[in-house]
């Protein structure tokens, strides 16, 4: 498959390695930091539009207070399937920028509502760098996919599993109001005293 990032901070960068590991051929936009990742992974890189427009699916891997200028910079993305792994993390990580009546992931689908947005917030970019996600009793974290539409969520869903991760279908977009706190609270955990690398993982009987 096609991917685009847009953001190669850690997040991004360590996405692309593993679904370009994984056999995806992907696609960086934006700054210098996208062509660092590009060279060290032998990926593609461009404008952001660019890789909007080279991507079967475009993430999108920026802090909370960049979406907007990088969607912007994105152009139109009509009909296009647009991973959000957007957290409303405060600078500080301290906590929520906004939570619980609305989320990240639906105020980057207001900005773009010709996009089918869905939202997955995947495991710690240093987890996904070590490349092994088995945590206790060799269990991979879940992944909380949130959507509107099922084709889309298909096509995330395929991705979070090429990660070595555990795709959960959490319901609709709206969904997203709940996970972003709850991955916020495993942000905290992580970095209360000594960084612990965590995962958080949904158990079924």
């Not at 990088?70 to 957007?86: D, M």
Request: glycine share 12%; aromatic share 4%.
């Amino acid at each position: 498959m096609r991917i685009g990032i847009i953001g190669a901070g850690s997040l991004g960068s360590a996405l692309g390695g593993r679904l370009g590991d994984a056999g995806h051929e992907v696609m960086f936009g934006g700054s210098a930091t996208a062509l660092e990742a590009a060279k060290r992974m032998d990926a593609l890189v461009g404008a952001n539009s660019e890789a909007a427009a080279f991507g079967e699916v475009l993430i999108l891997a920026v802090p909370y207070p960049a979406a907007d200028s990088a969607l912007e910079e994105a152009g139109s993305l009509k009909g296009q399937v647009l991973w959000s792994c957007v957290n409303a993390l405060k600078r500080d990580m301290s906590g929520l920028m906004i939570g619980f009546d609305t989320s990240a992931a639906e105020r980057v689908a207001r900005r773009v509502p010709d996009a089918r947005v869905v939202s997955a917030i995947p495991p710690f970019a240093n987890a996904l760098v070590s490349g092994d996600l088995a945590y206790e009793a060799s269990l991979t974290p879940s992944v909380f996919i949130c959507g509107d539409d099922q084709s889309a969520k298909l096509l995330v869903t395929r991705l979070v599993g090429d990660l070595g991760a555990h795709p959960v279908d959490a319901g609709p977009l709206t969904s997203a109001r709940l996970v972003e706190p709850a991955m916020m609270m495993l942000v905290r955990l992580a970095y209360a005293g000594l960084p612990r690398d965590l995962g958080l993982r949904l158990l079924e009987r």
